[in-house]
């Protein structure tokens, strides 16, 4: 059977890319292998900031297998980020950027061992390592799709569960028999769990510390059933699906970059090696803000709060962009906090009887789309986008998680962020036809959780300002 028409051939044809991924008929990504709720959305969201939960992240990311004499050498010259003092045992977000600068995505880099790095995230940023890993006899990557995408749904490589809240600690103590490890925030060490070895992460997700567990697929359910176990006395929950996609509101990791690929003779070759069939192919984007060109959703470092991440003590691709871009102006990212009323008031539109009502919001996540983009407004004019919304049972608010203009970040300014997409709404099987509302909201900090900001943000920020690149 031959290779599949390339993503190059399926821009060509259609011509508006724009419309094209605002039209897919595909909507946010899902999170496969776990009921929707354990208990409730609303409890399980209560439970990381009070208590404890227990993520399980086996089934929803892809994951690459990076090994070899030039591994090191090879991520080094793809990503934004600064290896300097990058050691086994340690990990980092990756960050490689196009040609022009532009983000492709982030994922997490794993430094195994000696020559053996493990990257986990969507599969943008593991498809440009793959493109570029061809034909070099230094480096060998190994592929384990998502769940979702995969023809043999429970067959994975690793198992992934993070146990993160107040009581991580004490839940480790007891899977393990022995005191929780001390470690510094992205670095790794091992421990036995039902008796299997496991690799552990020091993190933290909706901005609670944490550890994440990994090990190979055989070992799932024994670690599993021990973590359960353990956390029994200490109050964990399990979190399911429903609840997951809401988490990183909490913690304010944008999760949704759209690859910037879809354009530029310089990724031209990249875009003639992907498929009809890879992610970037099949990626949907959604919301209120519709650019005159692709451009238009693609976004910078800054735009991300990857500004920090960004060294020039090596060559990589983008670089040369990058030092031109860093001299500003840059979007912030920020938390919007949506004024209740106005929420309530966009809710309430559901009880029309005639004529278009407001888009539908969903609870706890309203996202509807892969990658969705709203526009955010003062007076009417486009000042930022909102990337990512929901609710957060632990603030009693609506959220969203955006980049203004940086004069606009300050925290207290007023700004609206338009609900719905333009003329109807596009087709979608997440779209019902509506008409679009105004929703005020205050431009607030991201982290928009006070523990995210004092124990996770900052240390991550610590670090890499100081040069110390476990972080970065």
Not at 207 to 216: N, R
Request: glycine share 10%; hydrophobic share 40%; with cysteine.
């Amino acid at each position: 059977m031959g290779k599949a028409a390339s993503l190059e051939a399926k821009l060509n044809e259609v011509g508006d890319v724009v419309t094209m991924l605002r039209n897919q008929q595909v909507g946010p990504n899902v999170y496969p292998g776990v009921p929707a709720e354990f208990s409730n959305w609303r409890s399980e969201q209560r439970a990381w900031a009070n208590t404890c939960v227990l993520f399980n992240q086996s089934y929803h990311m892809a994951e690459l297998m990076v090994e070899g004499p030039g591994a090191l050498e090879f991520l080094n010259g793809l990503g934004i980020n600064s290896f300097k003092g990058f050691v086994p045992d340690r990990a980092k977000q990756f960050v490689p950027v196009s040609h022009d600068g532009y983000v492709i995505g982030d994922v997490i880099l794993f430094y195994l061992a000696d020559q053996k790095f493990n990257l986990v995230g969507r599969a943008p940023t593991l498809n440009w390592l793959m493109f570029h890993a061809e034909g070099r006899g230094d480096v060998k990557v190994t592929y384990d799709e998502r769940t979702a995408a995969r023809p043999d749904p429970g067959n994975r490589r690793h198992y992934r569960f993070q146990v993160q809240g107040p009581n991580a600690a004490k839940v480790i103590a007891d899977a393990t028999g022995a005191p929780a490890p001390d470690l510094k925030f992205f670095h790794m060490c091992w421990m036995t769990i039902g008796g299997k070895r496991v690799h552990a992460l020091r993190h933290g997700m909706a901005g609670q510390p944490g550890y994440e567990l990994m090990g190979p697929w055989e070992d799932c359910d024994a670690v599993h059933s021990a973590l359960v176990e353990a956390g029994r006395a200490h109050g964990m929950a399990l979190v399911g699906g429903r609840t997951y996609s809401s988490n990183t509101l909490e913690s304010g990791w944008i999760p949704s970059p759209l690859p910037a690929i879809y354009t530029g003779e310089a990724m031209k070759p990249y875009r003639e090696w992907l498929t009809v069939n890879h992610y970037e192919a099949r990626a949907s984007i959604g919301g209120s803000y519709v650019p005159e060109s692709i451009e238009g959703y693609y976004l910078s470092p800054w735009d991300l709060g990857y500004g920090l991440f960004v060294k020039f003590d090596h060559e990589f691709i983008g670089r040369g962009a990058l030092e031109k871009m860093a001299q500003g102006p840059h979007r912030k990212k920020v938390t919007l906090a949506l004024d209740s009323a106005s929420v309530t008031d966009a809710i309430y539109g559901q009880f029309e009887k005639t004529g278009l009502r407001p888009k539908y919001i969903e609870f706890p996540s309203a996202v509807y789309a892969m990658h969705p983009f709203d526009r955010v407004e003062v007076e009417g004019a486009l000042v930022g986008l909102s990337t990512w919304i929901g609710y957060s049972a632990n603030e009693g608010r609506m959220l969203s998680l955006a980049m203004v203009d940086e004069a606009l970040a300050v925290p207290g300014t007023e700004v609206d962020l338009v609900w719905g997409e333009p003329d109807g709404g596009t087709s979608k099987p997440t779209v019902e036809p509506h008409r679009q509302v105004k929703i005020r909201a205050v431009v607030s900090p991201a982290p928009y959780s006070e523990v995210a900001r004092t124990i996770y943000a900052d240390s991550w920020r610590t670090k890499a300002i100081s040069g110390n690149s476990d972080a970065a």
